[in-house]
């Protein structure tokens, strides 16, 4: 369990992910993916991140893995993230990176509800992007480093 100062640091945190990620959205709604949502989310991206670090108990390191996933997404397949598919590149994103930094997570199924989506979509959406990023879920030191100090 986080003391009550690392989960500020990691709400803080959250918050220059989630203006971050904002930052490089492209304003293109003409693009398609499996990521795509019929609608853009109400939530920003950042408070959609503090939800997510509220309900699966996780820290910074995970939000940075997705940072670093998103990255490798963006960069095989040529997807733009939009206001209209970065929350489920976000869930997807932090959902892998938690279950490689902890053994201990949650189901996908309780995912999946944190997420606002169905428990079929999750896995659906978990499966492609695995496949997109051709599994590349090794993060060296180094590469951690310099998102870190992207991003802050």
């Known amino acids: 369990m986080n003391t009550l100062q690392e989960k500020n640091a990691d709400i803080h945190y959250a918050t220059v992910v989630g203006k971050f990620v904002t930052s490089i959205l492209s304003s293109n709604q003409a693009t398609f993916s499996v ?3 019929s609608k853009s989310p ?3 991206v950042s408070n959609y ?3 997510w670090i509220k309900y699966s108990e996780c820290g910074a390191t995970p939000v940075m ?7 490798r997404l963006c960069t095989k397949t040529g997807i733009v993230l939009t206001i209209r598919n970065i929350h489920r590149i976000v869930l997807i994103a932090m959902l892998i990176a938690i279950k490689i930094y902890d053994d201990n997570c949650y189901s996908n199924m309780y995912y999946a509800k944190v997420g606002s989506i169905s428990f079929q979509e999750i ?3 978990e499966e492609h992007f695995l496949r997109d990023i051709e599994w590349d879920l090794f993060i060296t030191n180094k590469e951690m480093l310099v998102y870190i100090n992207m991003t802050g």
Not at 65 to 71: D, E, F, H, L, R
Request: aromatic share 10%; charged share 15%; net charge positive.
């Open 123 to 125: 896995n659906i959406l």
């Open 49 to 51: 991140i503090k939800r």
């Open 42 to 44: 109400s939530i920003s």
């Open 35 to 37: 990521y795509e949502s």
């Open 65 to 71: 893995m997705a940072v670093i996933y998103i990255n």
